[in-house]
């Protein structure tokens, strides 16, 4: 039945405003969470030797801050291509916004047990999950033209798929790893964000 003039609009641009704010809150948890070296003398190698102790903390820092950013681009990719939204696809954002949020205590766990299963598997089901809840989204977006701005060409949707996929056989392979060669799966880690910084074919459709 068509309501005519009294549809709604519903613009995606509060759902995208309410994800640009829990991306910078869960970015800035990372950070709050690290713990103050404790420096014991005034020398250089009491400084180096304090940051040492810390090493796992900065790491897992590191790759975290790196992976919430290149999932906020991903994010920032969906809303150019929907501009509107209905409760489905408010509930997929949603559930990506909830493991968004998980990724601080992931991180903080895996940096106080670094080399166990345990912490690498829950650490690389939270980031697959990341990736899998905005996927379920974007894939939800794009199949309802009514949600729509412009056009989605092909090629960007093809690569698109790749890369929202990348991620979760990575963060896979780091957990069959985890059992019995961890550094491997910690090394994985590391290297999975390198791969989205790697030219694509999105590239060219970008300013």
């Given at each position: 039945m068509d309501v005519g003039p009294n549809k709604l609009s519903m613009s995606s641009t509060r759902l995208e405003t309410l994800g640009d704010g829990i991306f910078s809150v869960a970015m800035t948890i990372l950070v709050i969470e690290l713990r103050i070296p404790d420096v014991r003398g005034n020398s250089v190698a009491d400084f180096t030797h304090a940051l040492y102790d810390i090493r796992h903390q900065?790491?897992?820092y590191f790759i975290s801050f790196i992976v919430l950013g290149i999932m906020w681009y991903g994010h920032r990719m969906v809303f150019e291509y929907?501009?509107?939204t209905n409760r489905y696809f408010i509930f997929l954002g949603i559930i990506f916004y909830m493991v968004i949020c998980l990724v601080p205590f992931s991180t903080r766990f895996l940096a106080a047990n670094e080399f166990r299963w345990s912490s690498i598997l829950m650490y690389a089901l939270n980031l697959s999950l990341c990736n899998?809840?905005?996927?379920?989204q974007w894939n939800y977006g794009i199949r309802r033209r009514t949600l729509l701005t412009r056009e989605l060409p092909a090629e960007v949707k093809s690569e698109a798929q790749k890369l929202f996929l990348i991620s979760p056989v990575m963060y896979a392979v780091a957990i069959l790893f985890s059992f019995f060669l961890p550094l491997v799966s910690i090394f994985i880690f590391f290297?999975?964000?390198v791969l989205y910084l790697l030219p694509n074919k999105i590239d060219k459709y970008l300013p």
């Open positions: 900065l790491f897992c929907v501009s509107k899998l809840a905005l996927f379920f290297i999975t964000p």
